[in-house]
């Protein structure tokens, strides 16, 4: 090899030297260099994908859709695409067939009931892990929502969309039976009575959809718990309690005015009892609260709509309403990209904000209380101010194990057999007792089964 002399390497240090400087701007940052490695290295970090599987069809989609992209444009690294799955039940169905695999999504929004299934895939990754990771404040949830979604101190699952049920009734057709329409029932034997007066020239006292969901709350309003073992959240449920006396007695109020002809029976769907209510065909009705906007807008020109809390018989104990709706799980087997994705956009999904747009565009409650002080909230109460009825009554709602709402792993099948007792009792096939005694025995038989799967 030749050997490089001095002058040689005097000029090659020089040159070195000027070609570093040249890549240099004049605080001595490496901006040319930076560009090269940065070319070499193959353009910026591709966005992280995180799906999202909901069952906000309709209307809900949309604005499901809007929430979706503007998260999405303000965060250009984490790029969400939402995946309409159908109905609960059926998004439910797609995600037991996907366990095992990587096939399903990053989050998945799951009806209240589907809480005990998915606790116990061991399939998802609590949402407490991160809000502890972080420190993020939690404090402003609704604490009435954040229960139901909270076992052993641990929050599973980020509350979304929530509701629960009210009475809705016809102002006009309470002043046409000389009733105080600014007075409405509160009492299972107010209700019975009124329904009575309201009954004549063609219209009917009330009809209440056949819904299990609204035997549960039922109970819980008065402070009776469906399942044992603290409605399974002490412990497994091992036992349903439907059958109690609280469930007895609201079967024999519903039965009684179905006597007496002031209460009209049109099956399970509560969209029956809706249009009934509507064209006055019924002057009360239960629904829930995310179906308030568009009970109003029904029945706009016709009659003016009022809204009372859920009713409870006159000895009733001390209770409320539970939540309903569904929230959001993060599953365990992304990658932690993924997951940490996901978990930023649970946390915009509950900003203030976003709620405030979410609640006045859908009619479910802000999980939020900070919500409640967003200029559009309160524009939407004064528009819509039998909504107050839906917030006075989550805020006056006991706390206990009966408001907390049960847990069971086989939920949706119980609810169905709550429902074939009802009708069993409308239809004087048996008496309450009897009717409750039967959905007890096989919920109980269920709960025992899938108790053994996961143990």
């Known amino acids: 090899m030749k050997r490089i002399g001095k002058r040689s390497f005097t000029l090659l240090l020089l040159a070195c030297m000027m070609i570093v400087s040249s890549a240099c701007g004049s605080n001595g940052s490496p901006k040319v260099a930076e560009t090269a490695v940065a070319a070499d290295s193959g353009t910026a970090k591709e966005p992280v994908k995180v799906v999202w599987w909901h069952s906000m069809s309709g209307d809900l989609g949309k604005v499901a859709d809007k929430l979706i992209s503007d998260f999405n444009a303000a965060h250009p690294d984490i790029q969400v695409e939402g995946v309409f799955q159908g109905t609960y039940d059926e998004s439910l169905n797609k995600l037991k067939a996907s366990l095992g695999s990587d096939s399903g999504p990053a989050m998945i929004q799951v009806y209240e009931i589907g809480s005990r299934f998915m606790m116990d895939t061991k399939a998802i990754k609590p949402v407490q892990d991160f809000i502890d990771a972080e420190q993020y404040d939690i404090s402003s949830l609704e604490p009435n929502i954040k229960n139901y979604y909270t076992f052993d101190d641990k929050l599973y699952s980020m509350p979304f969309n929530s509701s629960n049920p009210i009475l809705y009734y016809n102002k006009d057709a309470f002043k046409a039976a000389g009733l105080d329409p600014e007075n409405p029932p509160k009492t299972y034997e107010e209700v019975a009575a009124a329904a009575k007066k309201l009954t004549k020239d063609g219209r009917t006292g009330a009809s209440f959809a ?5 035997m549960e709350q039922f109970l819980a309003n008065q402070g009776a718990e469906l399942l044992n073992n603290g409605n399974g959240r002490s412990s497994l449920s091992t ?19 179905l006597n007496d002809k002031s209460l009209l029976n049109l099956g399970r769907k509560t969209d029956d009892t809706k249009k009934a209510f509507a064209a006055g065909q019924v002057a009360m009705t239960l629904d829930s609260t995310a179906s308030l906007r568009g009970i109003v807008s029904a029945s706009e020109g016709k009659f003016e709509v009022g809204t009372a809390f859920l009713p409870k018989p006159s000895n009733g104990g001390k209770g409320g309403v539970i939540i309903g709706g569904a929230s959001l799980w993060l599953l365990g087997n992304k990658s932690e990209t993924e997951q940490k994705g996901a978990w930023e956009f649970m946390k915009y999904l509950a900003e203030p904000k976003t709620q405030a747009y979410w609640h006045v565009n859908t009619g479910y409650f802000p999980v939020t209380t900070k919500a409640y002080d967003e200029p559009i909230v309160k524009e939407n109460l004064e ?18 194990l009966a408001t907390q709402g049960a847990v069971m792993g086989v939920f949706p099948e119980a609810r169905q057999i709550t429902e074939t007792a009802i009708e069993e009792v409308l239809n004087g096939q048996k008496s309450p007792q009897e009717a409750l005694d039967k959905a007890a025995a096989e919920i109980t038989s269920k709960i025992e089964i899938y108790n053994k799967t996961v143990k």
Not at 240 to 257: D, R
Not at 383 to 400: I, S
Request: net charge negative; glycine share 8%; proline share 5%.
């Open 239 to 257: 036992a349903s309690q439907v059958n109690s006396k609280a469930g007895v007695e609201t079967l024999e109020w519903w039965k009684g005015m």
């Open 210 to 214: 056949i819904y299990g969901w609204f």
């Open 383 to 400: 528009k819509y101010p039998q909504f107050q009825t839906a917030v006075d009554q989550l805020h006056q709602t006991e706390p206990n």
